[in-house]
């Protein structure tokens, strides 16, 4: 099993930044992509970023490249997501997950999920 935990969300004025924390443990070493989603209300989860732990390859949604910038801190067990430029419709709940998985955009593709954490981009 894998544990997730995501920090660092919260309130924004647009055109800020923000960056997002997700601790794994557990069994961490079978554990090959992370990745970050986010739920808007009233929306579908959708797919934000994603790392291979190993070799730090990233994909990102066209809605946040060059905006958001996935990484990992292998010696930590956490990857991160930095934010910038925000705007309002960046406002969702962002999810953290991870699979024994290649880079995948599908939800069912991740095999763990953290609880989630609010960001907020409001004026």
């Known amino acids: 099993q894998v544990q997730l935990v995501e920090s660092g969300g919260g309130l924004v004025q647009p055109g800020g930044s923000l960056r997002l924390s997700c601790a794994a443990s557990?069994?961490?070493?079978?554990?090959?992509?992370m990745a970050w989603f986010r739920q808007a209300p009233g929306k579908e989860r959708e797919f934000v970023s994603a790392?291979?732990?190993?070799?730090?390859?990233?994909y990102a949604a066209d809605s946040v490249k060059g905006r958001f910038t996935i990484s990992r801190d292998s010696a930590k067990n956490t990857f991160y997501l930095q934010m910038n430029s925000l705007r309002p419709e960046d406002t969702a709940v962002y999810y953290c997950?991870?699979?024994?998985?290649?880079?995948?955009?599908?939800?069912?593709?991740?095999?763990?999920w953290g609880q989630g954490t609010q960001v907020t981009v409001s004026s």
């Open positions: 557990g069994r961490t070493f079978s554990v090959y992509t």
């Open positions: 997950a991870a699979t024994w998985g290649g880079i995948q955009t599908r939800l069912n593709a991740y095999d763990y």
């Open positions: 790392i291979t732990w190993s070799s730090g390859n990233t």
